[in-house]
Each structure stands twice: as structure tokens, then as C-alpha cells.
């Protein structure tokens, strides 16, 4: 089926005929313009003369860059269904949802164009105090409100049904799990990056990316993100009260390993970590993004710990508890390298090491590969977030 896409010229006339969509935007005053600079989506803002506005995030068929490589456009289901999830259970820690118009597979949005996508903030060097916990309780709180902890197992049976992404999540693993870590025509590198790249095929990598991928396939323990890198998340404007980190960009969601949404954050932060010693940034801004790995996952740890005493299930004990969490944090560790290989070597490569020079491109990469090797094929034999940042500190640094 053909879907009618929109253009910024088409948008007030839209916006006219579909008023519960429009967050209040006058069609007769908005300036409309295209911002989307993701793989698969349009995005428009519209503001009207009075300053309200809006956002209109419509699928593509196909992926931006490449039309030959078709998209389903029915994917901005899941994500309907992934900002109803977070509204229940998180409110507050996703973009404002206006709702969904299934026939021009749409959705509109909380313009949040004040404030600045996390990676473009790390790429620029500055410190923006409390992202890291805010992601982590949005994790915990997701993780437990759609998981068989805060909902009885029927429903959630019957939700991560629902929930199937079955296209997005072959791009997953495809270009997470399989490509980065074999001959691919997705890949390339710098040559003096290729004793890192090649560092990755070897028995022991492949043995645990396997499991990691297994793990993904497998478990549906609750809804995930499913694309929560740091350009998945806006940060406040300085100087802003409350929540200073929204996740948007839910696509990707489906029931998956909590351990992967985390992952995706640490695998990240790596990536701007590497990026900020390979440019000699102020050593402040570089112990603050060597601690955000730790950030996170105290504030998804305690958050987890809060919510607990709310479980449905007095099957599942305080015991218990304890091992999912370490489990968790293993998993998380090791899809964490996984996530930070995938943006060096395969498709869909990412600013923080692209932007660079040339030496700097070569240092930033080579030092997140052999630190994602070391999170990869070590992560059982690091127990806690500060062993973590040793280990991460003797490549980074190296
Ligand atoms: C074809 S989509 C490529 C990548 O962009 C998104 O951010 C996802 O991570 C996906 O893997
Ligand atoms: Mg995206």
C-alpha cells in the first residue's frame, strides 16, 4: 500500500483537516520545516505566529540514503505503541505523544527543538548534569511497568504479542549482531583500524556476540527502546527544571532484553569517551563522561530497587533480584561493546568518530574497538560500574 507522504508545503493543509494532531498550531500562521536527519523517517516542525508548535514524524518506505532498500512503513505502529508504554509507566521521560494517524502511518510529537540531541551535546564538549540518571530510571521504570514484575504475566503475554517488530529488529540484528563482526559490504574502516577490526572475528568475540545475539532473539523479559543511542535523546536547555533527558525515536521497540537498552547508552558513551580523549578535551568533561556509564546504571539500579516492593509476583524474591540485576549488568556491558563496534565498522556509523580528522578518526576508533573487545569478551569478570571504568580507562588512554 501506498502511503501519501507529506512535504512542508502540504503539512498546514494536514494539520487543518486533523485539529486532534496539531497540539494546538494554527495551520493559517505555521511555518513548516524538514528536519529529520535519521535514516528512515520525515520530520516536520510546525510553529504558528504565536509560537506553538508541533512535530509530524511520518515513516518512509525506504531508507533515506538508499531507496532501494525498502522500510516498512508500518513500523510507526511500534512506535505509537512504545510512547503509549512510556506515558503509562515513565511518564515524562519521552517526547510528548499526540497521537497516531494509522492510514498516513504518522505520529505527532512534543516539539522539543530547544533542546539539543545528546550526542550533538557530548560532540560539542559540554557537560549536561543528570541525562544519565534520568535514561536509567527511564529504563527501570519501562522495564519494570511493562515486564511481569509490575503486570500480571497475561497481559504481558498478550503485550509482547503486540509488540512484534519484526522488520526493525532484523535490522538490528543484522547490523548490530552479524555485519560488524564479519567480511560485509555495510563495513569499512581506516586501515590503521584494521588489527581492532580484525581483533573482533576471533573465537572468543564471535562465541559471546553470539550469545549477546541469542539474547536478543530470546528474551522478551519487557518493552525496550530498542534504539537508545545518544541520538535517540534530547537534553534540556541549561538552566531547565526537572527532567533534563527525553528519549524519542522509539521505532525500534519491542519486548527485548532490558540489558540492551542500557547497552546502547554505555556502548554509546564509550563512543563519545574515545572521541573526547582522541580530541584532548578538558580533562572535567572527561571524567564526568568517564562516570556515565556509572550514573546510569546506580540510577537504574536504585530506581529498580524503589519499584521493587511493587511486583505482582511473590514469586520472584529478593534473591532473585539480586541475580537479575548482575545478569543485567553483565548483559548490558556486553551489548554495550557490541552497540560501540556496530557504529566503528558497519552501516549507520555515527558523528562522534566520523566528525574527526583523520589521527584523531584513527585514535578515537581503535581505542573504542579494543575497549568494546575488552567489554565483550570480559564483562562476566566485571562486577561493578567502576571496574568498568578502569578497564575502559587503560584503552581509552592508552
Ligand atoms: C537502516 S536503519 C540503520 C540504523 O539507524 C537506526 O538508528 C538504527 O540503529 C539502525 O540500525
Ligand atoms: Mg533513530
Redesign the pocket.
Known amino acids: 500500500m501506498t502511503v501519501e507522504l507529506l512535504t512542508v508545503d502540504t503539512v498546514p493543509a494536514y494539520l487543518a483537516a486533523h485539529p486532534e494532531l496539531a497540539a494546538g498550531v494554527d495551520p493559517g500562521t505555521a511555518a513548516v520545516r524538514e528536519v529529520g536527519d ?3 523517517n520525515l520530520v516536520f516542525i510546525a510553529e504558528d505566529a504565536a509560537g506553538a508548535s508541533v512535530v509530524l514524524k511520518q515513516s518512509l518506505p525506504y ?1 533515506r540514503t538508499d531507496h532501494s ?1 525498502a ?1 516498512p512503513q508500518d513500523r510507526i505502529f511500534a512506535e505509537a505503541r512504545g510512547y503509549e508504554d512510556a506515558a503509562r509507566v515513565a511518564p515524562g521521560s519521552t517526547a510528548g505523544y499526540h497521537g497516531l494517524d494509522p492510514e498516513r502511518r504518522l505520529i505527532a510529537l512534543e516539539d522539543l527543538s530547544s533542546w539539543t540531541v545528546w550526542r550533538t551535546a557530548l560532540n560539542e564538549g559540554r557537560v549536561t548534569p543528570g541525562a544519565g540518571g534520568d535514561l536509567g530510571r527511564y529504563v527501570a521504570r519501562l522495564a519494570f511497568g511493562t515486564s511481569a514484575f509490575g503486570r500480571p504475566a497475561a497481559e504481558v503475554r498478550a503485550a509482547a504479542a503486540g509488540a512484534l517488530n519484526i522488520e526493525l529488529c532484523r ?2 540484528e543484522d ?2 549482531f552479524t555485519e560488524p563482526f564479519r567480511d560485509h559490504e555495510h563495513n569499512g574502516w581506516d586501515a590503521e583500524v584494521s588489527p581492532a577490526v580484525l581483533a573482533l572475528r576471533d573465537d572468543a568475540v564471535l562465541a559471546e556476540v553470539a550469545e549477546l545475539k541469542w539474547r536478543f532473539l530470546t528474551a522478551a523479559e519487557g518493552r525496550i527502546h530498542g ?1 537508545l ?1 545518544t ?2 535523546v534530547f537534553v534540556a536547555p541549561p538552566g531547565t527544571e526537572g527532567v533534563q533527558a527525553k528519549a524519542f ?1 522509539l521505532e ?1 521497540g519491542v519486548y527485548g532484553p532490558v540489558a540492551f537498552d542500557l547497552g546502547a547508552l554505555f556502548g554509546n558513551v564509550l563512543l563519545a569517551q574515545s572521541r573526547a580523549a582522541a580530541l584532548g578535551r578538558p580533562e572535567a568533561f572527561r571524567t564526568w563522561v568517564a562516570g556515565l556509564v556509572g550514573e546510569t546504571w546506580a540510577a537504574f539500579e536504585a530506581e529498580f530497587r524503589r519499584l521493587w516492593p511493587q511486583r505482582v509476583d511473590s514469586a520472584f524474591t529478593d534473591r532473585f533480584l539480586e541475580d537479575w540485576l548482575r545478569e543485567t549488568w553483565h548483559r548490558a556491558v556486553g551489548f554495550g561493546g557490541v552497540k560501540a563496534v ?1 557504529r566503528v565498522v558497519g ?2 556509523k555515527v558523528s562522534d568518530v566520523q566528525t574527526l580528522e583523520h589521527d584523531e578518526r584513527v585514535k578515537a576508533a581503535g581505542a573504542a574497538l579494543t575497549t568494546a573487545r575488552r567489554w565483550i569478551t570480559e564483562r562476566q569478570g566485571i562486577p561493578s560500574a567502576a571496574m568498568l571504568a578502569d578497564v575502559t580507562r587503560e584503552a581509552v588512554l592508552a
Do not use: P, Q
Open positions: 535519521g535514516n528512515l531508507v532498500w522500510v535490522i538490528t547490523l548490530v534504539d543511542h541520538g535517540s525515536d525500534f556496530r552501516w549507520a
